[in-house]
């Protein structure tokens, strides 16, 4: 039994071999990654950044979080230049909360 696909394109200048060819070989492609895949056993990897932000601090992970939201940048401008200014960090910290 025979099946019929239909694949579409958006380039004109594209013959209907190489359509069909760049189809093949994206779907072989796709073939390869899932294999490459499963024999490896891939899986996502999620970075728990709070535990390297306080173990650098000594600092809790919210303190840190706090003390960042609590921080602004103010920008001035005038004929002269620019002039840019950060909210002090508290300075009863011994090493920077914000990385």
């Known amino acids: 039994m025979m099946t019929n696909i239909l694949i579409r394109t958006s380039d004109d200048t594209l013959s209907a071999e190489d359509v069909a060819l760049g189809y093949k070989q994206m779907v072989d492609i796709e073939q390869v990654f899932r294999t ?16 390297i932000v306080e173990i ?12 960042c939201q609590r921080l602004t940048l103010g920008h001035f401008s005038s004929k002269y230049g620019n002039l840019y200014q950060r909210t002090e960090t508290r300075p009863n910290k011994s090493k920077p909360l914000c990385l």
């Open 36 to 51: 490459l895949k499963s024999v490896l056993k891939l899986q996502p990897m999620y970075h728990r950044l709070n535990h």
């Open 56 to 67: 650098r601090t000594g600092e809790s992970w919210p303190e840190v979080r706090d003390e």
